[in-house]
């Protein structure tokens, strides 16, 4: 499914947080955002997601106007928790509940992505008896259960320690293969955006505005242009 973001803006007490910020996510392509801390990636998803309208800009979901409604999108907030109460597959199975599905329905449909989220054999685990990544994959498969076709991903992996942040990353870049969602993936890390999108999205310190984008399909496997681009990024990040 297309995602279209168009000319958006907002602010907030006469603060501007977002200026006239478009971005375009292809069916099926996986586009990243980084920015400075505090430009504004997260109150975008908010306007994506249509949690808080914008003060300008429209939202298009394929070719639908979206703007400043909810429901649309699977949408994985920064800190995103699970119930602490609810083992794994209860976890996971609130966004179909929400839709209407029985308990046991929900539960078999859930528990057939287990396996390739990595969680089988854990589903009557509570989140805090899993492992860090354990707990991702499955705030990343509730996610994907609300709506498979349009993910906003916001710094999903930012809790993990290095090693398991890595695995993270190879794993979805993985599991792509199987699940060809349209993506919107905001992060800090430089190399997460490289290894995982297709393309990426640079915005400025506050307000945000797309000073770079880059085609990273294109310099994919040629570690020359990939060196160069990440210098690039990394120069606009100053
Ligand atoms: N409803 C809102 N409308 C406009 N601006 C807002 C709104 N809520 C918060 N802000 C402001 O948006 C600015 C950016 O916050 P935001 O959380 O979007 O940044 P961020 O890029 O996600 O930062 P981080 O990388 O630290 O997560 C803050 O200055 C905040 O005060
Ligand atoms: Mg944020």
Known sequence: MELEIQDISKSLDRIYTLDKVSIQVK??????????????KSTLLNIVSGLIPP???RILIGGEDWTGRTGRVSYMQQND???PS???LDNVIVPLLLK???????RDVAHSFFADFGLE???GYYPDQLSGGMR???????TYLFASDILLLDEPFVSLDAITRRKMQLWLRDIRINYPSSVLFVTHDIDEALILADRVYVFSARPARVIYQLDVTAIRGDEHSYNSAKLEILNKLM
């Open 27 to 40: 069916d099926q392509e996986f586009v990243a955002v980084l920015g400075p801390s505090g430009c504004g």
């Open 100 to 106: 209407g599905i029985k308990k046991n329905r929900a």
């Open 136 to 142: 991702q994959r499955a705030a990343l498969l509730r």
């Open 121 to 123: 054999g854990f589903e």
């Open 55 to 57: 003060d300008q800009g």
């Open 86 to 88: 609810r083992n794994i």
């Open 81 to 83: 928790l699970l119930l």
